[in-house]
């Protein structure tokens, strides 16, 4: 059995819930104003538009520098990665049949500096 003062509560969400506060058109269509006006993209076209949703300079310098040293590394690897970029071109892999043949990849030497 309830306690009555949770029946009384109970019965005032009720009639809450039944009948929702109206918001007035008029505050809904001064928030949707400022939404608007808080969107400085939205006029712009093309390219701008592009330039301004990666970030502007900033960002682009920091995408161009990722992608030069993705490259880079893709191309020319330190020496305890294994150059896969001359794998794909020559059609040599480092697995074999025989143990022996496949030079030990262990965490990629990683496992030495850790002790």
Sequence with gaps: MKKPDTDMLETLFQHARATPPATPQAMLDRILADAVAQQPNAK????????????????????????????????????????????????????????TAAPDLTAFGWDIDEG
Excluded: E, K
Aim: charged fraction near 10%.
């Design 44 to 99: 712009l076209r093309g390219w701008r538009s592009i330039w301004q949703a990666i970030g502007g300079a900033p960002a682009l310098g920091g995408l161009v520098t990722a992608t030069a040293v993705g490259f880079w590394i893709g191309v020319a690897p330190p020496s305890s990665l294994p150059d896969i970029a001359t794998q794909i071109i020559t059609g040599t892999t480092y697995a074999a049949l025989d143990d």
